[in-house]
Nanobody, 115 residues
Framework: QLQLVESGGGLVQPGGSLRISCAASGISFRAYLMGWYRQAPGKQRESVAIITAGGGRNYADSVKGRFTISRDNAKNTVYLQMNSLKPGDTAVYYC?????????WGQGTQVTVSS
């Protein structure tokens, strides 16, 4: 069983930056496909960024050039660096881990972009 705990969310002004983290406990972290998703009030959960076990990355069009996903397998942690934040980025951000048929979610961390 893999457990995921997000941290680092908060309130930031438009144009600001924030880095959120997801710490995983359990074995075989390095084998997992890791991702960040977000859900804004009244909207469906959407994919933001994913990183494969081999380090390949994919981003939603809305965050390309502004967000960067990375992973540190030695620390069992995946990060999302968010720059040039916009009010439209306000959402609860969830960490996701996938390995074969197994999928795990964190509890989410709130990111609010507002002046």
């Amino acid at each position: 069983q893999l457990q995921l705990v997000e941290s680092g969310g908060g309130l930031v002004q438009p144009g600001g930056s924030l880095r959120i983290s997801c710490a995983a406990s359990g074995i075989s972290f390095r084998a997992y496909l890791m991702g960040w998703y977000r859900q804004a009030p009244g909207k469906q959960r959407e994919s933001v960024a994913i990183i494969t076990a081999g380090g390949g990355r994919n981003y939603a069009d809305s965050v390309k050039g502004r967000f960067t996903i990375s992973r540190d397998n030695a620390k069992n942690t995946v990060y999302l660096q968010m720059n040039s934040l916009k009010p439209g980025d306000t959402a609860v951000y969830y960490c996701n881990a996938v390995l074969g048929p197994a999928m795990y979610w964190g509890q989410g961390t709130q990111v609010t972009v507002s002046s």
